[in-house]
T-cell receptor
C-alpha cells in the first residue's frame, strides 16, 4: 500500500541555519509527491510538488527532489527565517492506485532569531 | 477567489449533540475530502467523494456521515458527539486524482 514516513520533530533552528526534513514513502504505483506547510491556526498550503522521478520542486527557497531509487523526498532550505516557523507535511497521491492523499505525521519547525 | 471555505471556525459541543460542518469549494473540483488532525498524529481521512452523489469511507469514518448533492458542497455530519471527536477538521478538494489538494482553514471542534 501507500504510506509516508516523515522525520519526527520538533525541530528548532537558529535563523540562517540549514534545514533538512526527511521524508520517505512507500507506493505501489507512480505517485506525485508534495510538501505542505501549516502556519499556526491555518489550513495546509501547498509548498512544492514533484510529479515524477528526478523532478525537483522548489518554492520560497525550499527544495525537494523526487528520488525513486531511495523512495525519498527530503525538504531542504539553505537559510531559514523566523517566518518559516510552521508545521511541514510530506504527502503523496497516486492517480493510478487510489483517490486519496497519504500524509506524514508532520514536523514542527521553530526558527529562533 | 474563495477556494475552499469551511464553517464554522470553532465550535463547542456537548456529548450527544449533533452538528454539521460545512465545506464549499468554488473551483469546480470533483474530488473532495474530510480529514481530522489530532496533535502529533498528522491527518486522517474520514470520508471522501469523487463527484456529486458518490462518497466513500476513509480511514476513520465511524461516528460521521457525509453527503455530496452538488459539486460545490461536501458537509460532514456528526450525529452523537463524543469526546474522541475533539479535533481539528479540514476539508480539501482536488481537480484531478493525483494533483495538489486545496485546503480550507479548518474547524476546531471541542466535545465536552
Amino acid at each position: 500500500g501507500n504510506s509516508v514516513t516523515q522525520m519526527e520533530g520538533p525541530v528548532t533552528l537558529s535563523e540562517e541555519a540549514f534545514l533538512t526534513i526527511n521524508c520517505t514513502y512507500t507506493a505501489t504505483g507512480y505517485p506525485s509527491l508534495f510538501w505542505y506547510v501549516q502556519y499556526p491556526g491555518e489550513g495546509l498550503q501547498l509548498l512544492l510538488k514533484a510529479t515524477k522521478a528526478d523532478d525537483k520542486g522548489s518554492n520560497k527557497g525550499f527544495e525537494a527532489t523526487y528520488r525513486k531509487e531511495t523512495t525519498s523526498f527530503h525538504l531542504e532550505k539553505g537559510s531559514v527565517q523566523v517566518s518559516d516557523s510552521a508545521v511541514y507535511f510530506c504527502a503523496l497521491s497516486d492517480r493510478n492506485t487510489g483517490n486519496q492523499f497519504y500524509f506524514g505525521t508532520g514536523t514542527s519547525l521553530t526558527v529562533i532569531p | 477567489n474563495a477556494g475552499v471555505t469551511q464553517t464554522p471556525k470553532f465550535r463547542i459541543l456537548k456529548i450527544g449533540q449533533s452538528m454539521t460542518l460545512q465545506c464549499a469549494q468554488d473551483m469546480n473540483h470533483n474530488y473532495m475530502y474530510w480529514y481530522r488532525q489530532d496533535p502529533g498524529m498528522g491527518l486522517k481521512l474520514i470520508y471522501y467523494s469523487v463527484g456529486a452523489g458518490i462518497t466513500d469511507k476513509g480511514e476513520v469514518p465511524n461516528g460521521y456521515n457525509v453527503s455530496r448533492s452538488t459539486t460545490e458542497d461536501f458537509p460532514l455530519r456528526l450525529e452523537l458527539a463524543a469526546p474522541s471527536q475533539t479535533s481539528v477538521y479540514f476539508c480539501a478538494s482536488t481537480a484531478v486524482r493525483g494533483t495538489e489538494a486545496f485546503f480550507g482553514q479548518g474547524t476546531r471542534l471541542t466535545v465536552v
